[in-house]
């Protein structure tokens, strides 16, 4: 079906029709590091321990933030955190707490900072127990959204929720409900592109999309 540039793709739907021709939510559509993070990453499986906890950390330092800000200043928490690895991180003292917060190029929050050095060893621990990549990917629901319209995506569920809960009980800290559920949406586990995005159904993990 030809649809028209620049508009929307079906009357009801949110998505947007870019100059090369795709479909993708308003979010996607016109910061160029934005839409290169939905086209190339966003949404697609995270299933090794480094890149799950760079994921959980990140999420966790945007609450209350735009991920487009956090995108932004991606390269300097790498830098700031030893491009997230838990075993470095893990060692991280008071000393290191207060050079990040002096630490302009990425989000000088010392509640935040100290959770992912808390984060850190919790993923650790988890190794003992299966790991965390197992750990997070066992809350994986049985079904998956259908949006058509950005409203129609929750901004939690029951596996988010107990996710959340479980993290915590395992040590982890800034895992709440919609964070968690943010978390599942950025790595794949639940398939939230809008229907009629030219990314929906793209995971390899919801093979036979609504």
Known sequence: MSLPVDGPALQGSDVIIGDDGLARPAWASTDPLMRDYYDNEWGLPVRDEQGLYERICLEGFQAGLSWATIL????AFRAAFADFSPDAVAQYTDADVERLLQDTGIVRNRLKIEATIKNARATLALRDDGGLVDFVWGFQPAA???PVAHA???????????????????GFAFVGPTTMFALMEAIGMVDTHLVHSHRRGSSGVWPNPS
């Open 72 to 75: 932004r200043k991606r390269p």
């Open 144 to 146: 998956t959204p259908a």
């Open 152 to 170: 129609d995506i929750p901004t939690q569920s029951p596996e988010s929720v107990a996710l959340s809960k479980a993290l915590r009980r395992r």
